[in-house]
């Protein structure tokens, strides 16, 4: 599971992302907007019966994987939209998701790709005591919204087909964050799963975040 606000701070303990392989802001923005707008609906599309299904995200049932994205979703937006960088939580202790958590995500998407477009991804993100840099902030969302999409689309029986540049962009940004620090059992990332060489680069993606491509619901 993706715990942001572990992530802050591992980031100053080694986590890196090879100058090579840096985004170009717009181009990230985009392909998050996009997959922002994917999520929302699929958030739109649980149902009431499916909130304590299992998910591949195996901490987290339908429910909570929700409160987990649109949660920080949340926050994200607010830290960038912030003149500071300051993320006003550092975790989600307290938080509830709204009544309407894809309008949640939609108004949160549209906030982040503002704060964006007029260069907040230029300062860094400032999560608790630690900071890192916004486009490798950014990075980071793009990488984990896709993920968790995906967990939440499979858990709930729902298409998810993000843009093979959106993989790809990821795929080039995951192995820097990927240390053997923070990758393995009991870690924050599980194994990898091994995928076909020839492999789709969302699947190849998936199981280097330690996800199955062909799991299913029981």
């Known amino acids: 599971m993706f715990k942001p606000d572990r992530l802050g701070a591992a ?6 992302t090879p100058a090579s392989t840096t985004p170009d802001i717009d181009r990230t923005a985009d392909l998050l907007a996009a997959v922002l707008d994917d999520l929302a609906s699929v958030v739109a599309g649980i149902r009431p019966e499916q909130l304590h299904d299992p998910t591949p995200c195996t901490d987290l049932d339908v429910e909570r994987l929700r409160e987990h994205v649109v949660g920080w979703l949340t926050a994200f937006a607010d830290g960038f939209a912030d003149p500071q960088g300051r993320v006003p939580r550092a975790n989600l202790d307290g938080y509830g998701v709204p009544a309407d958590p894809a309008g949640e995500v939609r108004t949160c998407a549209q906030r982040l790709d503002r704060a964006i ?18 486009e490798l902030a950014l990075g980071m969302i793009l990488w984990e919204y896709q993920v968790h999409g995906w967990d939440l ?21 995951a192995p820097g964050m990927l240390t053997e620090d923070y990758q393995g059992e009991g870690k924050a990332f599980g194994v990898p799963v091994p995928v076909a060489p020839d492999a789709a680069p969302f699947d190849r993606l ?8 062909g799991w299913v619901r029981g």
């Open 11 to 16: 980031y100053g303990h080694g986590m890196t």
């Open 117 to 134: 477009r007029a260069g907040a991804a230029d300062r860094p993100l400032r999560l608790g005591a630690s900071e890192m840099p916004g």
């Open 153 to 173: 689309a499979r858990a709930t029986g729902q298409p998810w087909a993000p843009a093979e540049a959106a993989a790809w962009e990821s795929l080039a940004f």
């Open 206 to 213: 998936l199981g280097l975040c330690g996800r199955d491509p």
